[in-house]
């Protein structure tokens, strides 16, 4: 079938091993899981800070060859592939979402309201667009422009060349109770689809910010946690997948809108496409699915965890599940092992090659070195 090898079992919950920090624990992982070059404090703890997170993906600067992260002090650090901080940024608010780097520049997405276009060499400034609503999803490059989603449901259109604003979108918030996450746009070609907290799924023309069409994928019965708050993601079929927190998973026809197939598991907040799997995380759960018809393919729980934005690297998925980041078989769904470097983790890792830059909730930004598939 392509992409993740298919399975027609349930993951069955078993007891995963769990590893902490070189720093603090005797016991490492196997290395024939990874093994850590290096670690680096970035934020200290503070006696008033309860459960502290990371929401930030580390970036990667390929032009420079260095590690960029936000942390909750408010700055942006560049880091050289040793481990060395060659400049940071005071922003001064703690971030909800990770920068792009592109062509020299870094977009960094604040929640003061404001979106810092940085030259990723020096970290010096370059220009500054001041949306005036917290930003919470890393910027996304577009042509000459940069989208980026805010808190508040609006989607900005800023020029890449000179922070001056192409276009914006904005849907007015629900009554009652959302859920505190955004989506990011997709983009394919002149075509952008985003979603939003009142569970409408939205196509969006990239020249103007005109609306193709728009689909709510929420249940007629339910009046909050709504949210599409999951970034859609494509497949070469033709099809996009998103999902309303309360409404489940959908598959549409990209084009159209027109709803493909329904899986009606709640709780989904983070989507991944592989061939023509797709993999959903979300509060308590992992799951696979056939893209063509939405077959279950397998289905892990995550013991009263909620799994973050997973990733795919050599044969392993890698699920930040706040208390850990889980190991996963993507054949079967079972957890084959648990990193935990203190505090857990909420940001996804990035990874490079076959090294994983890995930003945990206390702070700590770790280099990991991938070694292989386990048996």
Not at 71 to 96: I, M, P
Not at 200 to 209: E, P, Q, Y
Not at 290 to 303: A, C, E, F, V
Request: hydrophobic share 40%.
């Amino acid at each position: 079938m392509g992409g993740l090898a298919m399975a027609g079992l349930l993951g069955a919950c078993t007891t995963v091993p769990v590893f902490g920090s070189p720093d603090t624990t005797p016991v490492q992982p196997p290395r024939h899981f990874f093994s850590v070059d290096w670690w680096k404090r970035l934020v200290s703890p503070t006696l008033l800070e309860y459960a502290p997170r990371e929401h930030a993906q580390p970036t990667y600067d390929a032009r420079n060859e260095r590690v960029l992260t936000l942390t909750r002090d408010g700055y942006v650090r560049s880091f050289d592939l040793e481990g060395h901080e060659v400049w940071s940024y005071a922003v001064g608010n703690r971030f909800y979402a990770g920068a792009t780097a592109d062509d020299g520049i870094v977009y960094v997405p604040g929640t003061d309201g404001v979106l810092h276009a940085l030259y990723a060499k020096t970290g010096e400034l370059k220009w500054k667009y001041a949306a005036g609503e917290a930003l919470a999803t890393a910027p996304v490059l577009a042509g000459d422009l940069v989208l980026v989603a805010s808190q508040s449901d609006t989607l900005f259109a800023v020029k890449r060349a000179t922070g001056e604003l192409a276009w914006l979108y904005r849907r007015d918030p629900p009554a009652g109770f959302t859920i505190h996450r955004a989506s990011a746009p997709a983009v394919r070609g002149q075509t952008a689809w985003v979603g939003f907290s009142d569970g409408t799924l939205v196509s969006l023309d990239l020249a103007d910010g005109g609306v193709r069409w728009e689909k709510s994928l929420a249940p007629s019965s339910v009046t909050q946690f709504v949210d599409v708050d999951t970034t859609p993601v494509l497949d070469e079929s033709g099809h996009v997948y998103a999902a309303s927190y309360a409404g489940g998973l959908y598959a549409l026809d990209a084009e159209t809108g027109d709803v493909v197939w329904n899986s009606v598991a709640q709780g989904i907040t983070s989507l991944m496409v592989h061939g023509q799997v797709v993999v959903a995380t979300g509060d308590d759960r992992l799951d696979a699915y056939l893209g063509d018809n939405g077959k279950l393919l397998w289905s892990q729980t995550l013991q009263e965890r909620a799994g973050l934005e997973p990733v795919l690297v050599k044969g392993m998925l890698l699920v930040p599940a706040q208390r850990s980041l889980l190991f996963v078989d993507p054949r079967t769904g079972q957890s084959r092992l648990a990193w935990n470097p203190g505090e857990g983790i909420s940001a996804p890792p990035r990874v490079v090659g076959g090294k994983v830059y890995v930003l945990s909730n206390n702070g700590y930004l770790y280099a990991l070195r991938l070694d292989g598939r386990s048996g």
